[in-house]
């Protein structure tokens, strides 16, 4: 972790929070049933991507060749260091814009700080986050804050993208081989640190790397190759974006559990018995369209359904030329691992085998 370039402050910013990034959002089953009936009206032709059927983010098209793209995301503190706090909220609400097969073009910070914040943490939270935009190829054009005791962070975004270009939730096909770009376990890590279990706090560091990086590279290598099924997997889990990915292409996702890769310490944590609020949430969310293999071990289950914080993008691509298009991403300096398939089912479901 780079160093901040101010001295980190004498309270630590998860201490002002019962929980942080992803596992902070409200659980997807609770968010399904607010949602219902939202975006049954006949939406206007333009709007490619809206509620009915949900996506990553919101598409607007304005001419044949373009389309607009807009999103935002934002969580109470996830680590103490003020940048690098600024770092991750960031990179986690651009990958909408990536996980749409986007650009990204501007961003607007959303900040709720507590008044006896330190201007100095404030500037540095800021500082991280224009950092990413930057690097993610926009500008931090603006933003809000409000008084908050609890504080949070995050960015409204705005991107660009071909309208035949988008990545879609809906873009699975039976055959498909999935791919995923980033390991899976900051979850049960943030969690099980708070806790001060050895294998979290010996795994953290990797973990806060992972959540910075962008999936900038991921999703322009996909966009290339003519990839049309993705999404980003954050606070539901890989199970629970699968079982989205499964719902919006009717289709039915096989997670190879021992497949899935994670963050050294991740599992140890989970055979301890952590688990997040969120975890909970997910696993009620998938509860009726999850079939767990016998033989699972109850520490990868945990894993499927941990929520993650700036996760990677989770890729449904043919078959024959699966190979080549991971070993494209893996050229670009993304890892990418093959973690399952689409299999034709008579109702979406998911399977962890």
């Known amino acids: 972790m780079p160093p901040s370039d101010v001295e980190t402050p004498p309270v630590r910013l998860t201490d002002l929070t019962d929980c942080g990034g992803c596992a902070a959002k409200l659980g997807a089953d609770l968010l399904a049933e607010a949602l219902a009936g939202l975006g049954a009206e006949t939406p206007p032709a333009d709007l490619l ?3 009915d059927p949900p996506d990553d983010a919101a598409v607007y098209q304005v001419s044949p060749d373009l389309a607009i793209v807009g999103t935002l995301d934002f969580f109470p503190p996830i680590v103490d260091d003020p940048t690098t706090f600024g770092e991750i909220a960031a990179a986690n609400a651009l990958s909408d814009v990536f996980a749409m097969g986007g650009r990204v073009l501007f961003a607007l910070s959303i900040a709720a700080f507590p008044e006896e914040l330190p201007r100095e943490t404030m500037a540095a939270i800021f500082a991280g986050a224009s950092s990413k935009v930057a690097e993610a190829g926009g500008v931090l054009a603006g933003g809000h804050t409000i008084r908050d005791p609890e504080q949070k962070y995050g960015l409204a975004v705005t991107g660009a993208v071909h309208p035949d270009r988008l990545l879609r939730k809906g873009g699975g096909r039976p055959g498909h ?3 995923l770009t980033k390991r899976l376990g900051t979850g049960l890590l943030v969690s099980g640190r708070r806790q001060g279990l050895a294998p979290a706090v010996r ?3 990797a973990a806060v790397e992972q959540m910075r990086e962008l999936n ?14 993705a999404t980003d997997v ?19 996702f096989i997670f190879e559990a021992a497949s899935l890769p994670f963050i050294d310490g991740a599992l140890e944590v989970a055979a301890a018995g952590v688990e997040t609020g969120g975890a909970g949430h997910n696993r009620r969310f998938v509860r009726e369209a999850l079939t767990i293999a016998r033989g699972v071990p109850d520490e990868l289950v945990a894993l499927a359904v941990d929520p993650q914080t700036s996760g990677g993008l989770l890729a449904a691509v043919p078959a024959d030329p699966a190979d080549g298009v991971a070993a494209i991403v893996r050229a670009s300096g993304v890892e990418c691992w093959a973690v399952g398939r689409v299999e034709a089912a008579d109702e979406p479901a998911v399977v962890l085998e």
């Open 49 to 51: 991507v809206g509620l």
């Open 216 to 229: 900038r590279t991921a999703s322009e290598v996909l966009v290339r190759e003519g990839i049309s099924g």
């Open 203 to 205: 795994g953290f560091d």
């Open 177 to 179: 081989v999935l791919l």
């Open 234 to 252: 954050t606070g539901f889990g890989i199970v629970g974006h699968g079982l989205e990915m499964a719902r919006a292409s009717r289709t039915g």
